[in-house]
């Protein structure tokens, strides 16, 4: 299936809904590709877009290099091993244990709602689900560009297996506004991905769905990091400043506030600060983005403002290309957003627990030994669900926001073996 069919009510567009059932059906065939296949059909969509020049639609897409790593065959296989014993499973009965064999089969359809802030993250949902089997149905808005068609078009240009992965995802565009067509998409999900903030993932979540459906939100959620300047080296501060200013802190997972051990008026604090907003600085220029609307600029003037009345110093640009405000505790008013950061001290991690906002989903860690032992725990008890390295914040990992989502996207079947059966299929 090629390009975006277009759904639109008051007469949804039935023809569009019976392909859906047409994907469902495509499950039961015999000559669908076997695991294996879909491993190497997914990494050669790597290779593709890797290669891809620069006038290439699919290279145009912000994120695409973080998609591109994600789907390298060794990545999948790391990430897909954190929950499944024996990857056999997902083409036949395989062993688990003593007279136990397990048999993995997908979900069925699987519809994903894609977030308007960072689509592209609807892809690394998109390619687990297709790597463990499952059709897809990839709803996008009528605001959104199609930017999974040319994604689409270079996997079914892969392989065999390729092209049929892509005819197995459907793409449907509606309006926000169009709850008959949400409400048919939901109906027909086997397991229903949100993304989105929180208007959009509690109206998703609110839709009619058959009782058996899984639904799996990925809500409004905001990161941080923590860092001890002593360990902070030229390269490890670079990909700190990456995790920030790539997408632009609309990713949740783009550090918003950055804690720092030590104290404003101290050498190795100071110091940070001065290495910090030069790269940052740095990066902001060399980083292009999209241009900002009246509303965005006007929210950063703001946030200068209220960060200076707050008692805080702030260096920034003479225009709203970056901004880096130096405060004693966190500024809850502050949006931190478009390249906006706030870089707070503190003396002791114990401290950070109180001062972390709720919904934390990354923290960006660069601690060691008791320092990054205590932290993590206190973290982990306050809701974080992931604490990386500077550079590696925005890489997608399973599980995300706590989530381990191939046993979501899958249905688990075991069976007790005869014993003159065991290890025969």
């Known amino acids: 299936m090629s390009g975006v069919l277009d759904v639109s009510t008051p007469s949804v567009n039935e023809a569009s809904w019976a392909q859906v059932e047409s994907l469902r059906r495509a499950l039961h065939e015999h000559s669908r590709p076997t695991y294996a296949a879909r491993l190497a059909a997914l990494d050669a969509l790597s290779d593709r877009l890797l290669a891809a020049g620069a006038g290439d639609p699919a290279r145009r897409i912000p994120g695409v290099a973080f998609l591109a790593a994600?789907?390298?065959?060794?990545?999948?296989?790391?990430?897909?091993?954190?929950?499944?014993?024996?990857?056999?499973?997902f083409d036949r009965f395989a062993p688990i244990e003593d007279r136990k064999s397990l048999r993995l089969l997908p979900r069925g359809v699987v519809c994903h709602w894609i977030a308007g802030n960072v689509p592209l993250l609807g892809m690394f949902s998109w390619a687990l689900s297709a790597l463990a089997g499952n059709v897809n149905v990839i709803r996008l808005s009528s605001r959104q560009a199609d930017f999974v068609s040319p994604?689409?078009?270079?996997?079914?240009?892969?392989?065999?297996?390729?092209?049929?992965?892509?005819?197995?995802?459907?793409?449907?565009?509606?309006?926000?506004?169009d709850e008959a067509a949400h409400r048919r998409m939901s109906r027909v999900a086997d397991v229903r991905i949100a993304w989105g903030g929180e208007?959009?993932?509690?109206?998703?979540?609110?839709?009619p769905a058959r009782w058996d459906c899984e639904t799996v939100v990925f809500g409004p959620r905001v990161s941080l990091a923590v860092v001890d300047p002593a360990l902070a080296t030229d390269g490890t501060l670079a990909r700190l400043v990456t995790d920030i200013v790539y997408f632009d802190q609309l990713a949740c997972s783009s550090p918003q506030r950055v804690f720092v051990k030590g104290r404003p008026?101290?050498?190795?604090?100071?110091?940070?600060?001065?290495r910090?907003?030069?790269?940052?600085?740095?990066?902001?220029?060399?980083?292009?983005?999209?241009?900002?609307?009246?509303?965005?600029?006007?929210?950063?003037?703001?946030?200068?403002?209220r960060a200076l009345l707050e008692g805080a110093s702030v260096r920034c640009d003479e225009q709203t290309q970056w901004t880096v405000a130096i405060s004693a505790a966190?500024?809850?008013?502050?949006?931190?957003?478009?390249?906006?950061?706030?870089?707070?001290?503190?003396?002791?991690?114990?401290?950070?627990?109180?001062?972390m906002p709720s919904q934390v989903?990354?923290?960006?860690?660069?601690?060691?030994?008791?320092?990054?032992?205590?932290?993590?725990?206190?973290?982990?008890?306050r809701g974080v669900c992931r604490f990386p390295r500077p550079g590696d914040g925005n890489s997608f990992e399973n599980p995300w926001d706590g989530v381990p989502l191939i046993s979501r996207l899958t249905r688990w079947v075991t069976r007790t073996d005869a014993r003159e059966a065991i290890g025969r299929e």
């Not at 994604?151 to 309006?175: H, I, K």
């Not at 902001?284 to 241009?291: L, N």
Request: with cysteine; charged share 25%.
């Open 276 to 305: 910090f907003t030069a790269v940052f600085q740095q990066q902001s220029r060399a980083t292009p983005r999209q241009p900002l609307n009246f509303s965005e600029t006007y929210r950063i003037h703001l946030d200068r403002t």
């Open 70 to 89: 994600y789907l390298r065959a060794g990545n999948l296989r790391a990430l897909v091993a954190r929950e499944i014993p024996t990857p056999e499973a």
């Open 199 to 207: 208007e959009s993932v509690d109206a998703i979540a609110a839709l």
């Open 151 to 177: 994604l689409l078009a270079l996997l079914a240009d892969s392989s065999a297996d390729g092209a049929r992965m892509a005819r197995e995802t459907l793409v449907l565009r509606f309006e926000r506004e």
């Open 330 to 355: 966190p500024i809850a008013s502050l949006t931190c957003m478009n390249r906006f950061v706030e870089i707070v001290p503190f003396d002791d991690v114990a401290d950070l627990g109180p001062r």
């Open 265 to 274: 008026g101290h050498p190795a604090f100071d110091r940070f600060v001065d």
């Open 361 to 381: 989903q990354t923290a960006v860690t660069l601690l060691e030994g008791d320092d990054l032992e205590r932290f993590s725990l206190i973290g982990a008890w």
